[in-house]
């Protein structure tokens, strides 16, 4: 059973920084890993991915703010967020497993095979 733990949420203020951590317990050497968010009564919504060949793509609302990257044993995934807005209030997943589709990660979590329990962000105005 593959495990992923995500880590480095809190709270903080608009206009604040976390970076968020995932440690997975195998190495994905072919396929994508990523970060969704849920808000409270809103659906779950892709945040950034990453293929093994370090292509990584952003929802639009968080470019330029989020930095997507992993280590070089591809067991580490990171998650940094500059520029902290109170939307981006949610609890944050770290996914694995999906095939890349000619280089591109999805974006739909049902491609995604594996999850972690999430972690906390909270921004507050």
């Known amino acids: 059973q593959v495990q992923l733990v995500e880590s480095g949420g809190g709270a903080v203020q608009a206009g604040g920084s976390l970076r968020l951590s995932c440690a997975a317990s195998?190495?994905?050497?072919?396929?994508?890993m990523g970060w969704f968010r849920q808000a409270p009564e809103k659906e779950r919504e892709g945040v950034a991915s990453?293929?093994?060949?370090?292509?990584?793509l952003y929802v639009d609302s968080v470019k330029g703010r989020f930095t997507i990257s992993q280590d070089n044993a591809k067991t580490m995934l990171y998650l940094e967020m500059n520029s902290l807005k109170p939307e981006d209030t949610a609890m944050y997943y770290c996914?694995?497993?999906?095939?890349?589709?000619?280089?591109?990660?999805?974006?739909?979590?049902?491609?995604?095979?594996?999850w972690g329990q999430g972690t906390q962000v909270t921004v507050s105005s």
């Open positions: 996914a694995a497993d999906a095939p890349a589709i000619l280089g591109y990660c999805p974006t739909a979590q049902s491609e995604y095979r594996y």
């Open positions: 195998y190495y994905y050497d072919r396929n994508c």
């Open positions: 990453i293929s093994t060949g370090g292509r990584a």
